[in-house]
């Protein structure tokens, strides 16, 4: 079939053009276009991060808690460790340790995880946020909104899912809820927590979470780690994105009531799929009223055999230091899983059980 353009085509096109530009240009209109411009050139430009995985929703089986509310008060203790991080994802549990740790870590993209819905939906509501403000000032009017109306007015700027959060008075009113509990803590203008890594008050750490939102390398995921097939399905799809693992930053969800030791296990011989040689495994030790240590392992020296010695022997120490046992693993570092790691541990199991002498 042939079409011919005729003259009068072409001065219908120009006109319409003109009158859009023109359009576009108005007080009235501008915002509206240039936001469909942006809308446009990030959908040609880049894909969402893990847009299409779907994980089977979890059965919680817990006391019914949630953990919105941060209870580390001290996370640049893990700076030793997360200065070490390399480039990827940072598969985190949690709400804003989540948040914290990619900030201040090398890692290109975010997964939050948990078990807990509110949690999840806790992540995906400030996600929203990020996505939708121009600077950090912008964002904190979003945060502490006194009204649904300031998100309502938002949303009209932005043409994705993120309106469909800000045009949700029950989203706002969730927020708001959680604000109120939390911030006391994690306040900007509270100096003794979060000491130098509060990206509500740093605007270098804000400027990498607000990219990356914008950018869609957030992904959010309401998802229990005690189900294999999740995460299989989780695995897969970063291994199919062609992005290595960062870090894990499992909190202390490696304690047998949160994640069973078999399924512990599972997770990480299935991430050494996706790690690299500097991908890391983060974990925490202690309580609210005692504090939290941080300790790092490196991925591959969990996962490979070592002198004879099967995976299991690390965890299996990790499991006997406990939340209040003898901690044989050296907090807030990488611990290197080598020969002469197992020697001193031995030596210290020794003296704790009485069958060495202190020199």
């Known amino acids: 079939m042939n079409f011919t353009v005729t003259r009068l085509d072409i001065r219908i096109l120009i006109i319409v053009t003109l009158f859009f530009l023109q359009l576009c240009s108005s007080k009235l209109y501008g915002a509206s276009c240039s936001s469909l411009f942006q809308a446009m050139s990030n959908t040609r430009s880049s894909k969402a991060f893990l847009a299409k995985l779907k994980v089977p929703v979890p059965v919680r089986t817990s006391d019914g808690s949630h953990f919105i509310r941060p209870n580390e008060r001290h996370p640049e203790d893990a700076l030793p460790i997360l200065f070490q991080t390399s480039q990827g994802a940072y598969i985190a549990v949690g709400a804003e340790r989540g948040f914290i740790g990619a900030a201040l870590s090398k890692s290109t993209h975010l997964i939050l995880t948990d078990i807990d819905r509110d949690v999840a939906r806790y992540n995906s509501i400030n996600v929203a946020l990020l996505k939708a403000s ?155 009223s005692s504090g939290w240590d941080y300790m790092g392992f490196k991925m591959n020296e969990i996962n490979e055999k070592y002198n004879g010695a099967v995976p299991d022997k690390a965890l299996s120490l990790l499991y006997s230091s406990g939340s209040h046992g003898p901690n044989v693993f050296k907090p807030n570092s990488i611990n290197l899983l080598n020969s002469t790691f197992y020697q001193r541990v031995q030596y210290r199991f020794n003296i704790l059980t009485g069958r060495g002498q202190r020199r």
């Open 134 to 288: 121009t600077s950090l000032s912008d964002y904190l009017q979003l945060r502490y909104a006194s009204n649904p109306s300031i998100w309502k007015s938002k949303s009209k700027e932005i043409i994705d899912e993120t309106n469909i959060i800000l045009n949700d008075s029950n989203a706002w009113l969730f927020w708001n809820t959680w604000q109120s509990r939390q911030e006391k803590l994690f306040d900007p203008s509270v100096k003794e927590f979060f000491k130098e890594v509060n990206y509500l008050k740093d605007p270098v750490l804000f400027n990498k979470l607000q990219t990356m939102a914008k950018q869609g390398r957030i992904k959010v995921l309401h998802l229990s780690y005690n189900s294999q097939e999740s995460i299989d399905l989780l695995v897969n799809a970063i291994s199919e994105s062609g992005i290595k693992l960062s870090v894990l930053d499992i909190s202390n969800a490696w304690y047998p009531a949160y994640i069973s030791p078999p399924n512990f296990k599972f997770i990480l011989d299935k991430l050494l799929k996706i790690s690299s040689p500097q991908s890391l495994l983060l974990v925490t030790r202690g309580s609210d």
